[in-house]
């Protein structure tokens, strides 16, 4: 169980060593904003296309039956 004690004693540790107060936090701190507005960015993207795909016109009425037949006819 995490006591405040324990955490004020400064046990847990980050990749390298470093402590979590020190620049080591800052920098994963810095790699994980980016890493994070990277994957924002990537979804959004993946979003953006996949509704930029045009609609079916007006009284198309059979247009699932054509998308179905042109992929397996």
Known sequence: MLTAEYLSTRHYKVEGGLDMKGEGARRQNTSS???AAVE????TAIF???GAWPAPDVN???YLAKARHSFNP
Do not use: D, N, P, S
């Open 48 to 50: 953006a296309v996949a």
């Open 33 to 35: 904003l980016l890493f």
């Open 40 to 43: 924002v960015g990537i979804f």
């Open 60 to 62: 198309e009425g059979y």
